[in-house]
């Protein structure tokens, strides 16, 4: 498995590797150099470090990037190579091509900055990676793709950069259930709980914004973030703008947290209004604790939450909007139980760590069985 941050594959992608683990895989873990190798390492993975900058758009850096990941795949020889996100599908893909792999399985979870918004640079960069899809993902039966809205599959395909053949939908990256329980609202005044890095992109204006306007119209309730700047990422949002918030009363911010069950707890309602997601990982645990949820209508968020069912949608980009839901949730005890519940049922029937991950070891097996290493590979595992 490659990807670009070791805390990213302990929250999204540990349960995925230890189920490849029990079906009698030898998993390894490349990505950036961090804090978590030896919990990796105590999971009985291999661990390797690789050279890359996400921020980075320098040609040299990249393409020492793509040398990086070419090395481990050298030294590894994996029979199956997971890519997690843009930059390292690309890089990945090269590097698999250049070692042999037999079977490649790009995860793309949302598009990602790169394809919101017009600006120059976006727009020049957009390009580049369109055609180095169209070359390097685009090749038939060695590579699959793993997607987790239709919306991006739409979006892909239109582009050049997929063939809709490809794809496998696997919605979210998978809750633990049992750890994501629902426990009863506090009491007190509302708490509305959104667990993101603290991104424009993410919404987090738009959060202030309803929290002014809701603390000018008398409505009682406290907005927590959680979570912390991306300084790697164009769209972040300074840490003095944060301070500035909270100091005017608008908002409580915590930074990363590791207790996110505890959190949920200890709110009454998840807010996330993305400008764009693949399936937010923040809002299916919230569902799974049982809590209501208001999101924007966009793709992702939409497949997590239905309008009026288990939360609300608004308009992206309108704090007023948003404001006017969280009022209607705020106010109201009885259909803020009604709507947890039903977030509770629907994580419980579709976004399960169990049902991701075997639909995740489906998509291994398929692409191993196209490739006569791969099936070799496969005959070694069924007699584990």
């Known amino acids: 498995m490659v990807i670009a941050e070791d805390w990213y594959f302990w929250s999204h992608r540990l349960h995925v590797a230890q189920a490849a683990q029990r079906a009698g895989y030898e998993v390894a873990v490349a990505t950036a150099a961090g804090e978590l190798q030896g919990r990796i390492e105590a999971e009985g993975f291999r661990y390797f470090p690789i050279q890359l900058d996400r921020g980075s758009t320098n040609p040299l850096a990249e393409a020492g990037s793509v040398a990086s990941v070419t090395a481990v795949l050298a030294r590894f020889r994996p029979d199956v190579v997971h890519l997690v996100a843009h930059k390292l599908v690309l890089y990945g893909s090269i590097a698999a091509a250049l070692t042999g792999a037999p079977a490649v399985v790009c995860a793309v979870a949302g598009m990602g900055y790169l394809f919101m918004g017009d600006g120059l640079k976006r727009r020049a960069l957009r390009g580049v990676v369109q055609r180095a899809y169209g070359s390097l993902v685009r090749r038939g039966a060695r590579?699959?793709?793993?997607?987790?809205?239709?919306?991006?599959?739409?979006?892909?395909?239109?582009?050049?950069?997929?063939?809709?053949?490809?794809?496998?939908?696997?919605?979210?990256?998978?809750v633990d259930t049992e750890r994501f329980a629902p426990a009863p609202p506090p009491p007190g005044v509302p708490v509305?709980?959104?667990h993101s890095r603290m991104l424009v992109d993410k919404g987090i204006g738009e959060i202030a914004e309803a929290a002014r306007i809701l603390r000018d119209r008398g409505v009682p309730v406290r907005f927590r973030l959680v979570g912390d700047p991306d300084e790697q990422n164009p769209s972040t949002i300074p840490a003095a703008t944060l301070r500035a918030w909270a100091?005017?009363?608008?908002?409580?911010?915590?930074?990363?947290?590791?207790?996110?069950?505890?959190?949920?707890?200890?709110?009454?309602?998840?807010?996330?209004?993305?400008?764009?997601?693949?399936?937010?990982?923040?809002?299916?645990?919230?569902?799974?604790?049982g809590r209501p949820l208001v999101s924007t209508d966009v793709p992702g968020c939409r497949e997590i939450v239905r309008d009026g069912d288990n939360g609300f949608l608004v308009p992206v980009r309108d704090g007023a909007a948003l404001a006017r839901a969280i009022e209607a949730l705020a106010t109201d005890p009885a259909l803020r139980e009604r709507m947890g519940r039903r977030s509770r049922e629907r994580a419980l029937a579709e976004w399960s760590r169990a049902h991701v991950a075997q639909a995740t070891l489906d998509v291994y097996a398929a692409q191993l069985a196209r490739h006569p290493r791969g099936q070799r590979a496969l005959r070694k595992l069924s007699a584990t």
């Open 143 to 174: 590579v699959s793709v793993i997607l987790q809205n239709p919306d991006d599959q739409r979006e892909l395909a239109a582009a050049g950069m997929i063939d809709p053949a490809q794809v496998t939908m696997i919605c979210g990256s998978g």
């Open 192 to 194: 509305v709980l959104t």
């Open 247 to 289: 100091e005017e009363g608008l908002v409580e911010h915590l930074g990363r947290r590791s207790d996110i069950p505890e959190q949920l707890a200890a709110c009454h309602i998840a807010c996330l209004p993305s400008y764009r997601e693949g399936a937010p990982l923040s809002l299916i645990e919230a569902a799974a604790a």
